[in-house]
């Protein structure tokens, strides 16, 4: 089992800077990619940024540029910094942790932190 819990959400201007984190803990060691997904009312949760154990990030083509994500392995945790932000960003982001498996993969998710740019 893996447990995760966000933190870092709020509100923030359109333009501002927000850093999420996500800590972990649990069978990490089973873990093959760390990510972010975020969730506005009545649409898909839908992957902001992704980050494996090994190989490249990836991110939505909307926060290319604007988004980071990173990883502390030492501390088990993993960061979404958010620059120049805008409204359409403004959703619930979950941390997910996935384990791919012989036959799929098996994802773990926080509790979500609420994320609102507004002026």
């Known amino acids: 089992q893996v447990q995760l819990v966000e933190s870092g959400g709020g509100l923030v201007q359109p333009g501002g800077s927000l850093r999420l984190s996500c800590a972990a803990s649990?069978?990490?060691?089973?873990?093959?990619?760390m990510g972010w997904y975020h969730q506005a009312p009545g649409k898909q949760r839908e992957l902001v940024a992704a980050?494996?154990?090994?190989?490249?990030?990836e991110y939505a083509d909307s926060v290319k540029g604007r988004f980071t994500i990173s990883r502390d392995n030492a501390k088990n945790t993993v960061y979404l910094q958010m620059n120049s932000l805008k409204p359409e960003d403004t959703a619930v982001y979950y941390c997910?942790?996935?384990?791919?498996?012989?036959?799929?993969?098996?994802?773990?998710w926080g509790q979500g932190t609420q994320v609102t740019v507004s002026s």
């Open positions: 997910n942790a996935r384990r791919f498996t012989g036959i799929g993969s098996r994802d773990y």
């Open positions: 649990g069978s990490m060691f089973s873990i093959n990619r």
């Open positions: 980050i494996p154990s090994g190989g490249s990030t």
